[in-house]
């Protein structure tokens, strides 16, 4: 569409929303919408500020998007599902599941509630992140050169995988899928730089 | 648009074809006398060409459907017709009335379509005497009821909320998030709704109108509290009560919303020495109740009105920006002309000069602002742009990518200069500024 062709006017598209235009132009102006994206989205802006949306419970709404979009773990997942990988599915059911727990409340920060022991004797051993049961995220600092990270949880079901991210730096998040043996479920990193990194695991 | 008879009757015979595939063959003649008389009488409200467009198109229909509605909106009625009339020609009918529907429930999934859908057949019927030909087609008509049943189901479906027993019985009132019916239209991560700063810029403009028509608008539109609940709770409160019970509720059952107390500071301060009752507002004689609903509504259309007049304050913000020429005309373009990145591609050897009148052109109708407005408002854009530019001047090897670039460095740089100015609400729905502010 060019800049010369047709849009609806605010005025117009104001007294859609009031219901107070004439039966025929209402047609019209549906019409338009039904073929318009563009007018149809400034419709819809119009409705959900002007008239649906006048409210504190979409002002709350918009608060509690807003803060939801700025988690650090939202936004590591979405990069790890622009990457395309196998687990691609894997992260946007966590993505979705996520999105509905935040609707519910707001979820734990990394290094609150689920603040884990670290443990990793010397430099040839992996850092072990032991998962408490009920914890789906830690944290890991590694201060030395590259290390291998394990993330462990023990009984209950297998998670599909975690994610280990640093929220500061440019480099795409790592996904590993968990493995099952001797009853515990462990997720391996392998050549981590060193770093501050936040590790989370997924809830199924 | 004037058109005379003669014009009309040429316009009509060149699109004879398609009148043919609406109406039967054998009717065409007759068809094309119809509606050049319905049309005739109505030449002065066409306003332009698309417009006759449409308008044969919806007339020539009614011609078709005719035989059916003239039977059953009269007495006594034909009940078999009003059923051939939306089973036989379903596919016409009811996808329009569905499209109403459609549009005017915004996201609800299709069960809630089609309960609309089963509320405004029943009104179709019940409501068949009152449909007057002369002053209309059937379907635009019928379009029209599906419109207000839409809308009633909309507001009926929202919470019913209550004022004066959450202390007690917390569990009892919303929890501030989407009700569950929402919840699966509305995730977190897919929306795309008005900023936060959106609403507290509403809120801001709210506290301009009186103490008592304020407190209305805050307890009726934005704490949903039915007019009649809020007077009896209310009616004998002072304005400073009053508000205080509004920061309560807010605080209560919108933990999200921190900081509501700073918001309505302005009030609060205004209203600090007051000490007439809430209810003493209302004009003698009059209901208070419906005094609320009066109050509540001034200033929410004002504030919609207002919002909507701020168009020439905020194209002459975007244009006055600290930014290049090029970047703020992608963005008039983009943003304010709602045209796709890719249609810039096709004028990019054209000069920069020439986009701005294009602009000057096409905005007026879509803003209401006249010509002469817009291009005051452009004023400060014109004067930084140099001759003989074009956006292939500034692009480099990937245009395309450039002007998106463009198009964000702007709207970052709105973010911090409109809020003050109470634009925010035009920018977002203009789609000038679409993304809650980042942190």
């Known amino acids: 569409m060019t800049p010369e062709s047709d849009h609806l006017s605010l005025e117009i598209m104001q007294r859609l929303c009031e219901g107070l235009l004439p039966d025929i132009e209402q047609c019209f102006a549906e019409d338009h919408l039904a073929e318009c994206e563009e007018c149809l989205g400034t419709f819809r802006r119009m409705d959900a500020l002007l008239y649906r949306g006048f409210s504190a419970e979409a002002h709350a709404a918009a608060i509690r998007r807003e803060a939801f979009a700025s988690d650090v773990l939202v936004i590591a997942l979405r990069r790890a599902a622009a990457l395309g990988r196998d687990v691609a599915g894997v992260i946007q059911s966590w993505l979705d599941s996520t999105s509905a727990i935040w609707g519910e409340g707001r979820v734990p920060w990394f290094g609150g509630l689920g603040a884990v022991p670290v443990s990793g004797a010397s430099e040839t051993e992996a850092i072990r992140v032991i998962l408490t049961p009920g914890a789906a995220r830690g944290r890991v600092r590694i201060v030395e050169s590259s290390r291998s990270v394990q993330v462990e949880v023990s009984g209950g079901t297998r998670p599909q995988a975690a994610l280990l991210f640093d929220p500061e730096s440019d480099s795409p998040p790592a996904v590993a899928e968990f493995q099952t043996a001797n009853g515990i479920h462990s997720a391996h990193f392998g050549d981590v730089p060193r770093g501050e990194y936040f590790v989370a695991v997924s809830p199924f | ?439």
């Open chain 2, 1 to 439: 648009m004037k058109l005379t008879a003669e014009e009309l009757t040429a316009f009509l015979d060149a699109r004879k074809d398609r009148i043919a595939a609406i109406v039967a063959p054998a009717d065409v003649e007759v068809a094309l006398a119809d509606i050049q008389g319905r049309i005739g009488e109505r030449l002065a409200d066409v306003g332009d060409r698309p417009s006759l467009e449409s308008l044969v198109k919806v007339e020539a229909t009614d011609f078709a459907l005719r035989p059916w509605y003239t039977r059953f909106c009269c007495d006594p009625p034909d009940g078999e017709a009003f059923r051939q009339l939306f089973e036989w020609h379903e596919a016409y009918v009811k996808t329009e009335i569905r499209k109403t529907i459609r549009l005017h429930l915004a996201s609800r999934g299709t069960e809630h379509v089609e309960s609309v859908m089963a509320d405004v057949m029943n009104a179709l019927w019940e409501n068949r005497r009152t449909f007057n030909r002369k002053k209309g087609a059937y379907v635009p008509w019928a379009r029209g009821i599906a419109m207000n049943k839409a809308r009633s189901y909309r507001s009926f479906n929202r919470r019913e909320v209550s004022i004066d027993t959450d202390r007690d019985r917390p569990e009892e009132f919303p929890s501030g998030g989407p009700s569950p019916e929402d919840a699966s239209d509305e995730r977190l991560g897919d929306v795309q709704g008005p900023p936060a700063e959106c609403f507290a810029e509403i809120l801001r403009m709210v506290q301009e109108f009186e103490p008592h028509e304020t407190i209305a608008f805050l307890c009726n539109r934005y704490l949903d509290i039915k007019p009649a609940l809020i007077a009896r709770s209310l009616g004998g409160s002072s304005l400073n009560e009053a508000l205080a019970e509004v920061v309560r509720l807010v605080r209560a059952r919108y933990p999200d919303i921190t900081g509501i107390e700073a918001l309505l500071a302005p009030i609060a301060s205004r209203i600090s020495g007051l000490t007439e009752m809430f209810g003493q507002y209302a004009d003698a004689g009059r209901e208070l109740e419906k005094e609320i609903g009066r109050w509540a509504e001034r200033v929410h259309r004002s504030v919609s009105g207002t919002i909507l007049q701020m168009g020439k304050r905020f194209l002459k913000l975007v244009c006055d920006l600290a930014a290049a020429a090029h970047e703020i005309i992608c963005f008039l373009w983009i943003r304010f002309l709602l045209s796709p990145p890719v249609a810039l591609l096709n004028v990019a050897d054209r000069e920069l000069m020439d986009l701005v009148e294009i602009f000057h052109r096409s905005y007026p109708p879509i803003s209401g602002l006249s010509r002469s407005q817009v291009e005051s408002c452009t004023l400060g854009l014109r004067g930084k742009i140099s001759p003989g530019r074009s956006l292939n001047d500034f692009g480099g090897s990937d245009l395309y990518a450039a002007i998106k670039r463009w198009c964000n460095h702007v709207e970052s740089l709105l973010w911090q200069s409109a809020s003050s100015e109470h634009m925010l609400g035009y920018a977002y729905i203009t789609g000038s500024l679409t993304r809650g502010k980042s942190k």
